[in-house]
């Protein structure tokens, strides 16, 4: 007889997670994302959404997805590899490519599944993943799920990369290792040091993945982190998110046409999940054709991120070492950044805390994602709200 049924697990479980203050209670957003946000009847300002470049809520990618649903249905009506392989998915993949300075690109219903698919239509049990340390938990399971050894190697820390590469490649177990790295990490705002890990991938023949979901749309003047960099012959996975910048929902893979073709009759979600539907896909390659077009929202998402950074350093906060408009406002133990992010909530601006085991214990902190469609006027009152809650708990 099993020890525990079901009722017992949960029972014992959920409490122990509420009596740890650890249970996530989940309010509903009443209406769209946007910059401001309603959530019980309180409007807060909005920094704690993916949406960097407002698209989620732009009425240009609105009107092409009515059109699509009005030319396609709500439905793609199978997986890809029956009849759910619509045009449009074509002319979205076409786009990506385009975007992405690549041969082609295959389009998955999200970017967690993505990594889940990508990672283990490659990877096997003879092979070897170096992994980063604060890897982003869909590439951890992605690896998990391919059976291959996992390596982490400290955050991005090059000595140790290099030294975990030379030892799998010496070592002779291994047919093939990939090194596989964040472009932007999402709790810190830096960038992966793609240069050197590119590098230290020539030098021993890694396999070389980059999950880009928050940097595309915000490095590289949009094309992301490989292109900042000019790498784009260099790195072999170029996954993406079509969720966060993007502002829609899917994840993707760019990259050479015979990876792709791989992809296309190994991953598993692309053979037995059903496709993006024709508004998602229609509005995601409206986005990208925006950010093709201008650099105008681009602009302005820094110009914002710049100018929330100076506003919460003046002030005293410490804002960490981030290189991109993620802004993140290390308060230390958890449950003064939970009361931080309270207080803030009750103020009028939703940030949300993030604590230990998402990050290093001891480095609580509330993250703030400004984006192009928050004004001047909005962020002014975000960092007066900043300023009177920072104060009265002793922050600043
Ligand atoms: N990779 C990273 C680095 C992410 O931050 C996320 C989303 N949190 C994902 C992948 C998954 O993307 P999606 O939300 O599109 O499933």
Request: charged share 25%; aromatic share 6%.
């Amino acid at each position: 007889m099993p020890s525990e049924t079901l009722d017992q697990f949960l029972q014992h479980n959920l409490q122990d997670l509420k009596d740890q203050g650890l249970y996530n209670e989940i309010d509903p957003v009443d209406g769209a994302n946007g910059p401001e946000i309603t959530i019980n009847g309180q409007k807060l300002i909005n920094l704690s959404s993916n949406n960097y470049l407002g698209l989620a809520t732009d009425d240009r990618l609105k009107e092409v997805a009515k059109d699509a649903v009005n030319s396609h249905g709500v439905g793609a009506g199978a997986v890809r590899t029956i009849n759910g392989t619509l045009d449009l998915h074509v002319k979205l993949e076409e786009k990506i490519a385009e975007f992405k300075g690549t041969e082609a690109a295959i389009a998955y219903q999200s970017g967690f599944n993505c990594n889940m698919a990508a990672i283990s239509a490659v990877m096997d049990k003879n092979d070897a993943i170096l992994s980063d340390a604060l890897n982003h938990a869909s590439i951890i399971d992605g690896c998990r799920l391919s059976k291959a050894k996992i390596i982490p190697f400290e955050h991005s820390n090059m000595d140790d990369l290099r030294q975990k590469a030379k030892e799998a490649t010496e070592s002779g177990q291994y047919n093939k290792v990939m090194v596989i790295t964040d472009g932007v990490f999402s709790m810190d705002g830096d960038i992966a040091k793609l240069p050197e890990i590119v590098e230290i991938a020539e030098e021993f023949d890694l396999i070389t993945y980059v999950d880009d979901a928050h940097g595309s749309g915000v490095l590289g003047k949009g094309a992301g982190t490989v292109k900042h960099f000019g790498l784009q012959d260099k790195i072999d996975f170029q996954m993406g998110t079509l969720s966060k910048a993007i502002g829609v929902v899917g994840g993707y893979v760019a990259g050479k046409q015979e990876l792709i073709d791989w992809l296309k009759v190994r991953s598993r979600p692309f053979l037995f999940s059903t496709s993006l539907s024709p508004a998602d896909v229609t509005a995601s390659r409206k986005a990208i054709d925006l950010l093709m077009e201008s650099t105008d929202l681009y602009d302005q998402m820094w110009e914002n991120g710049n100018y929330l950074k100076a506003g919460l350093k003046e002030l005293g906060f410490d804002i960490g070492q981030s290189e991109t408009p993620i802004t993140p406002c290390i308060i230390g133990d958890e449950k003064t950044t939970q009361q931080f992010s309270k207080r803030l909530n009750e103020e009028g601006v939703y940030a949300k805390a993030i604590v230990f085991p998402t990050v290093p214990r001891g480095t609580g902190r509330v993250r703030n994602m400004p984006t192009a469609a928050h004004t001047k006027d909005m962020l002014d009152k975000a960092i007066k709200i900043y300023e009177k809650v920072g104060k009265e708990l002793g922050v600043i």
